[in-house]
């Protein structure tokens, strides 16, 4: 194993511990915020919504997508969408949402 | 950033440096980003330049930063909109009533401050929602219950305050009524307390709600007299068993005698839950299968189809012209002979009356059979699921951005019903508009109906304004009926106020009179309810 290797395997190592980390509180946010709407359920807007429309193409569930970014998870909070209004500060602050953003955008 | 009329720049940015110095920076919001979050996300004006906008925003996080805030407030003739959670959507949401105003958004202040399951009562700050409620007794293994409204997220204070309803018996499912005795900062930064809450030390805040003297606790609903920053709420103790059953009638006359029924079922106290009546052959039911290829037809006959055949199609194929479900909390045995006895009269009155049996729940309930449960609300679970409606499905592929709703109050009898449809109906027709709606009655209150109809929210000016228009031509129409609207939405408030108005406006010029003497500086909450303060007065005749 050369120098480079040996950095970029800690590097690795570093990124999924660090997704592991925020996966606990990421969660937290998800389930505090989030769920109600886009949890597991037929009495569940948002995730019924997504059902409609991708039609299997992608999940319906939030924390089974694999595409979505951190900016995404963040604009969508922000600015809403749909019937889904926006979040402010005082319910989601900008630590949870960067929490909330790492956890949706490396759930699998 | 808007500021409202007659505030200097100079006064503002004073303001915001006091504000500040209360709460932190992290804590007063001026930057268009973050204003921007206090729109309403269901405004009727989006876009337009009616829309309700703030200037800034400012969360305290304790009743002591909100009296420093009026004091400020006060102090530079800014004026400040509380809001509790925010969540009053298709009620104006997060945005004030009167644009320019300084937010006041109490969502920090969201401590349970009490909890007693003996005597079923809590203590609890604005920013305290339902679901927050619901986790904590949930957590703590409670035997007591919460009564929600349809979305979870709301604040209980919030929506007592605005008059909101929830599902379970009465009187927990009024929720101004359910709750006893309050903490309020006046708009000059003075601080009371309501009922036994006057007398320091007393042992009954929770529990009697009238204290001693004229009793307060109405002027702050529906109202901009003070800040509510404490609310105490009776709770539901967790019943053993929840029962419901389907009465299903067949004739049109039905309709009478149901209602009657029904009626004195809950002035009684036998049946005091939230219910609504159905009709499965005229609209199908609230949440149920798609009606049958001849009823469509039938439904669709040209002038429409007449009662005689409708009556026969619906004694032919068991399609229930009529239908209520009633919803029992209490024992096995107590909730199977209320249901019985439910039986037994509606069967004298209705004799070919169908009764279908629906399930029966003992509590507590396991975390997973909560989750699980769909239709949550008549058993005191918070949820999310209204906004499924008009949501996108299969067949909706454009789903809606929001709704509001236009919900006069009618007299609890067939009669009532029938003459608002006919109304209604008929002021569609000529005015070539068709509202979306649950065209037939709900019971959230004990002895009235609520009738309600609602309008999408869209992003097209047009669209809005024609929707507009629609709603203050029924607000009037009804009116004209001695039917008013219960709550509003700010783009309609002054419209409401306006029909509420014995004596020349007599309760109008009360409220005014209050509101000149509690809040002289006028900076309340203005326009809320259609109360103005004295120098905006003039601008909204």
Redesign the interface.
Known sequence: MNRYTWVGGLAALLVTAQALADEAPGRRVFSQWCEACHGVGEDRPGTLGLRAKYSGKLPALLEERKDLTPNEVKYYVRHGVAMMAPFRKTEITDADLDLLARYLAHSK | MKIAPGVSDVNFAQALKQFESVVGKE?L?TSDE?V????D??SPFYGEAEERLASA?V?PADVEQVQAIMRVANEHRIPIYPIS???N?GYG??APVYSGSVVL?L??MNRILEIDERKANCLVEP?VSY?DLYRHIRANKLKVWIDCPDP??GSLIGNALEHGNGYTMAPYRDHFGAHCGMEVVLANGDLVRTGMGAMPGAMTWQQFKYGYGPYLDGLFSQSNFGVVTKMGFWLMPEPEVFRWGTVLAFGYDDLFAMIDELSYLESAKVMTATTRVESPLLFGAFKGPPPATDLVTLRATPGGASRESLEEYAKRTGTAYWSVILRFYGSDKLTAAQWEYARERFAKRIPDAKFVDGDVRHFPLSDREA??L???APLGI????A??M?????T??T????HIWFSPIIPMTGEAVQECDRVFRAAFAEWGVNPLGLPLPQLYHERTFFQIYGFPITHDSETNRRNRDTFKRMIKLAAEHGWGEYRTAPAFMDACADTYSFNNHAQRRLHETLKDAMDPNGILAAGRYGIWPSHLRSKQS
């Open positions: 804590w919001f973050d921007a979050l206090y729109k996300a269901y925003a969360a959670t925010g969540r959507l949401g997060s958004d969502k920090r920013g679901f979870g997220w989750n699980e769909l239709d949550k918070p949820s999310l699921e906004f499924s008009g949501g996108r499905t299969p909706n592929p789903p809606s951005l929001g």
